[in-house]
């Protein structure tokens, strides 16, 4: 494996973990017991109500009984990451919240199809912009390290453009944005 495709999978990996981190405590508890509780009316509720034995075999069962409680689960656990996502999009908490609950997961579908980018405030002026920004809109403070030339985005640590070769040592890069270099 090429040292960038292995460095492109950390960066998945560790994205996936930030995100994964959005789920709140009290989403996980209500997704373990609506786990539980599937599995708890699939095995004795509903067959201490039925009059005839089913005719289903095991292998059904037992699939019919994982999957809706893997979709119970889901769903609760949708509705905690969208109530800790939604403000760093700069979207309604309530709103998107309140749209996640509705039934058959056409709520959680509208929600990734319509949210916004992930917004952070300029360490400047407070503008709420978008995350991927190098220079804020309101008062031009670099708020991320980006190449002189074509100024697309840099690692602090390049010494020279991925995209365009430009030389970053020349760059008036501000000195908190710049690595230690010997």
Request: charged content about 10%; some cysteine; hydrophobic content about 45%.
């Amino acid at each position: 494996m090429a040292p960038s495709n292995s460095l492109r999978d950390s960066e998945a990996t560790s994205s996936f973990a930030e995100e994964m981190k959005l789920i709140p405590s009290w989403s996980v508890g209500l997704a373990v017991i609506a786990a539980v509780y599937m599995q708890y009316l699939y095995w004795v509720i509903i067959p201490a109500h039925r009059h005839h034995p089913s005719n289903l075999a095991i292998g059904v069962r037992i699939y019919l009984a994982f999957s809706w409680s893997a979709m119970a689960a889901l769903y609760f656990l949708m509705v905690g990451y969208v109530s800790k996502d939604a403000p760093r999009r700069n979207m309604s908490t309530s709103f998107w919240t309140f749209v996640c609950l509705m039934p058959g997961g056409i709520g959680s579908v509208l929600y990734f199809l319509l949210r916004q980018p992930v917004t952070a405030a300029c360490p400047s002026c407070g503008t709420r912009i978008l995350a991927e920004f190098h220079f804020c809109p309101q008062c031009a403070f670099q708020v991320s390290a980006a190449c002189g030339n074509c100024y697309r985005g840099v690692r602090i640590i390049d010494l020279y453009c991925v995209h365009c070769g430009h030389d970053l040592t020349t760059d008036n890069t501000p000195s908190r944005l710049r690595a230690f270099q010997p």
